[in-house]
């Protein structure tokens, strides 16, 4: 497994993992359009040729923001999502960065696991921030760690 910056030419294969790992994907286009500005960076991890995950993230006066993570549903559990986290974290610093920010759906355990283990902690709710599947509300859970 290794892991390297992604440029526009890998669009279809994170929207294919979108679409595989998340309840409410990305569309082809906002994924082409993250390319068009300096501030932000996508990570993707390989096994050989094959991309299994990627997180997208910005850096903007001080501050980063994780805007998405996911990795491929057949990949997931073996440490891919743990080992984005920590080369992001390790990109980040020494960068001017005091605090990475992320929100996560309250009822994503996986997630929520991974980044208590990195660190992270909860500074603020959002009710009702994000639609599910039955056209229900779920609450989003800011979370923060201080570099
Ligand atoms: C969240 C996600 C990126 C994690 O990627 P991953 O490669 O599976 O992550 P890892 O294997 O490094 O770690 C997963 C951890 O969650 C734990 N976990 C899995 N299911 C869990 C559950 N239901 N409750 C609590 N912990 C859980 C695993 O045991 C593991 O922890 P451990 O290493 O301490 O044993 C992946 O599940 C995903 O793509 N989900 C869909 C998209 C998503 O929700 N993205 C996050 C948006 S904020």
Sequence with gaps: MFIKKLD???????FDIEQKAQSFPWTLNAIEEVFKY????????????QLCGFIIFDEIAGESNIHDLAVMPVH???G????LLNRY???????????SLLE??????????????LNYKQIAIRKNYYRTASLEKE????????L
């Design 8 to 14: 526009c030419g890998y669009s279809r294969q994170i």
């Design 38 to 49: 300096p501030y932000y960076t996508v990570l993707g991890a390989f096994d050989g040729e």
């Design 76 to 78: 997931q559990n073996k």
């Design 80 to 83: 891919i999502g743990g080992l």
């Design 89 to 99: 974290i390790k990109e980040i610093t020494g960068h001017g960065i005091s605090r």
């Design 104 to 117: 996560v759906r309250i009822s994503n355990a996986s997630a929520r696991h991974l980044y208590d283990k």
């Design 139 to 146: 609450d989003a859970v800011i979370m923060e760690n201080r």
